[in-house]
């Protein structure tokens, strides 16, 4: 019994071993072919790579931008409570809420000083996203400009004459053709969709913003109405009241 079990503890551990190596083999294989594909482009798979790696970059630094921003989700009451009790808001809005409050003698000061914060935020966020638009934008030319060297290396090779080697510099030709348009276009369609995200987002702040504002812009005028509505005492009612209390002492 003891030596069959070593047995199969000894085969468990050769077929473990196997497909170790059989899973290492085809992670170099996959390697390898992803280089070969990676050359077959030439210069202009380096170019898109550092492309990609510009615009996704971008793209993360502004989503994480506005992850930190209260932009998503937000009741009207929640807003409310904010600008009633500026201590429970979020940080930015925190400072927001103060800014525009703060020595704020009329409602046109209080919009002033909100498009401010309007100013300050939104056109350098409009200059990324209209940056990132335009790198988006480039890479499927980039593609276009592979497609072309390709074309015209298989162009040579044709009218290099026959052999093998021709047939080398048409191959080389058409895969780098192929290659550069695809990626270009694996470039581009992601970032498209991530310049859509973005500017949704971008749309949203400054939605939330204009709330911000309109509630804080409400807040001032119900104080303000609610200051006007209490009764204001009357100095010749007081004084006819004083002598109708005085009178009866002196009866």
Known sequence: MGCLRRRQGSNEDGNEERTDGKENVMIQDYLQDVLKVWSAGGWIMIALAALSLWIYGLASRLLVFFAKRPIKGRRGRETINWVAHPGQAPAEVRDIIRYAQERADSEEEVRSRFNEVLSAQLPELDRRLSFMNIMVA????????????????????IAGGGGAETVDL??????KALITTEMGLLVAIPGYLFSYLIRAKRHQYEAFLVSLESRLL???????????????????QNS????????????
Do not use: W
Request: no cysteine.
């Open 170 to 175: 048409i191959s080389a030709g058409i895969s």
């Open 240 to 251: 006819s009241e004083a002598e109708v209390e005085l009178e009866p002492a002196i009866a």
């Open 138 to 157: 480039a890479a499927p030319l980039l593609g276009l400009l592979g497609t072309v060297l390709g074309m015209l290396a298989t162009f040579s090779g």
């Open 218 to 236: 409400l807040e001032r005028l119900d104080d303000s109405v609610s200051a006007s509505s209490k009764p204001q005492p009357n100095k010749g």
